[in-house]
């Protein structure tokens, strides 16, 4: 434990929490921050600005901007992010950083690094990185094995991706590494909602509209399921034209509302009301940290179809609360859907009602929240 950081803070606990967008603290970690906030814990989420900075102010959290280019490959940039928060850390000295997403992880590691602050890293889903065989993708993990040396932890939230690290030896403290199995869901929040009783059946995606997501399979097989099925509805919601390489355009998504296959439902704050509104919540995705969409869907009693890769497997057990199908294969995601279409209502309502257990025993957000409380005080003598 650092004595003189503990002296400067007089006894009360300073986090700080750094990812690549203020909106994923704001809407994955917001269990968290209130249990800080409300010990008397001093908060710092470093990000860049978006419209989150309001909400999370009013928490009681400290915002500060970040230059930070999410998914650019410029070395000058990635400097500049670096002695960004290499100035922070000197100046702020927090008793412990968490770092989430790819470039916190590696460059605010590095930074934390040399301003001797302790630091944690939670590896939200490696995405695009281990999805592509991209040069790029080898020299972010050659980044990841230099910077990983620094963490006093390192959280997977899934079995999948620790097991990736290991074995491309991209730890260079293997005893550190940690399996947080996702990062929890608000029970209370997220209530459990009787299914939907009406003629139409409606599915609905629910994420950043990326190819990566399974979005164009997930078109393709409403093309080949709408004749057979003409009650059925399929619908995406969230933000479309994101900083991405993998990022569908509004435009497209228009292509696909006037060919009459997709309803098109924007995007929202508050997803609940629209996982309520639904008969089974899809998600097609080719690489997952461990979903938020799905257990939130789960926890409010909604069946899923998703796809068996890292993430989604953690959240749906295949024929227990949804159905799994093949990656990258619109047939195999056709005909999961029309399982679940062709599902007894009795037999649906049997799966979600075991959807809200799973998640109640395995993803309360308060059992993720006091690993956060046990790491804490294991590196600071301090607690929340």
């Known amino acids: 434990m650092n004595l003189s950081r503990q ?28 249990a800080l906030n409300a010990s008397g814990a001093q908060v710092t989420v470093i990000a860049p600005r978006d419209r989150t900075f309001e909400p999370l102010a009013q928490m009681g959290c400290n915002c500060i901007d970040l230059p930070v280019s999410s998914k650019g ?61 991209s040069r790029a993708a080898q020299v972010a993990k050659r980044l990841y094995r230099f910077a990983f ?25 293997p005893e550190r590494a940690r399996l947080l199995h ?17 003629e139409e059946f409606a599915f609905v995606l629910i994420g950043r509209l990326l190819w990566d997501k399974g979005v164009g399979e997930y078109v393709e097989a409403a093309r080949q399921l709408r004749a057979r099925y003409p009650h059925a509805r399929f619908r995406l919601l969230g933000p479309v034209g994101v900083d991405n390489p993998s990022a569908i355009t509004r435009e497209e998504v228009a292509a696909w509302e006037r060919e009459g296959v ?10 609940r009301p629209y996982i309520a509104d639904a008969d089974c919540v899809v998600l097609p995705s080719y690489r997952e940290g461990v979903p938020r969409t799905l257990m939130e869907a789960s926890a409010m009693g909604r069946p899923i179809v998703a796809t068996d890769v890292p993430g989604c497997r953690e959240v749906v057990a295949d024929g227990e609360n949804g159905l799994l199908c093949a990656a990258r294969d619109a047939g195999s995601l056709a005909a999961a859907l029309s399982r679940m279409l ?14 809200r257990k799973k998640i109640a025993k395995e993803f309360d957000e308060r059992v993720v929240v006091q690993r956060y409380r046990e790491l804490i005080r294991e590196l600071t003598g301090l607690t929340f």
């Open 7 to 34: 002296t400067a803070h007089a006894g009360r606990l300073h986090i700080a929490l750094v990812c690549n967008t203020a909106w994923a603290i704001y809407t994955y970690r917001r269990g968290l921050l209130r």
């Open 73 to 133: 490959t410029n070395p000058v940039d990635d400097l500049r992010t670096l002695l960004a928060l290499f100035k922070h850390y000197r100046t702020l000295k927090p008793d412990v950083v968490f770092h989430y997403t790819i470039k916190p992880n590696i460059y605010g590691s590095v930074a934390a690094g040399l301003a001797r602050v302790p630091s944690v890293a939670v590896t939200t889903g490696l995405g695009y990185v281990f999805i592509q065989k």
């Open 149 to 173: 040396r620094f963490p006093r932890e390192v959280w997977f939230l899934n079995r999948d991706d620790e097991t990736a690290f290991r074995e491309q030896n991209l730890l260079a403290h």
């Open 182 to 198: 996702g990062e929890g869901v608000d029970l209370g929040e997220y209530a459990f909602t009787p299914l939907p009783e009406r």
């Open 262 to 271: 997709i309803e098109y439902l924007g995007e929202t704050a508050d997803v």
């Open 342 to 355: 062709d599902m007894a209502p009795a037999a649906r309502a049997a799966m979600a009602e075991r959807g």
